[in-house]
């Protein structure tokens, strides 16, 4: 069993960077689409960022939030700039064993998820 553990969230004012962490043990995930989602109070979940053999970004962070990820660390990033209030929120990572012709900007691909980290970005 893939287990995720997502670091680096915290505090920050907007127009602030932060970069968040996302390291898999238990599995080699470099085979995996990694994706980033999150959840803001009394809001459902939706998706960021995801990153196979491509990158798939939310429009609302398009140009903002970089994915990336090393594999030899099992490790999967998120650089967060120029951060506006409305991005706070609880940041999930998630693992996608099957690559293909999924939607990927979904949950449903997704087959493991991390616990979450905080990300408040204050104005």
């Known amino acids: 069993q893939v287990q995720l553990v997502e670091t680096g969230g915290g505090l920050v004012q907007a127009g602030d960077s932060l970069r968040l962490s996302c390291t898999a043990s238990g599995h080699t995930f470099s085979s995996y689409t990694m994706g980033w989602f999150r959840q803001a109070p009394g809001k459902e979940r939706e998706f960021v960022a995801a990153?196979?053999?491509?990158?798939y970004y939310a429009d609302s962070v398009k140009g903002r939030f970089i994915i990336s990820r090393d594999s030899a660390k099992n490790t999967v990033y998120l650089l967060m700039n120029s951060l506006k209030p409305e991005d706070t929120a609880v940041y999930y990572c998630?693992?996608?064993?099957?690559?293909?012709?999924?939607?990927?900007?979904?949950?449903?691909?997704?087959?493991?998820w991390g616990q979450g980290t905080q990300v408040t970005i204050s104005s």
């Open positions: 998630a693992a996608a064993y099957e690559t293909g012709p999924y939607d990927y900007t979904g949950a449903g691909p997704y087959d493991n």
């Open positions: 990153i196979n053999w491509n990158t």
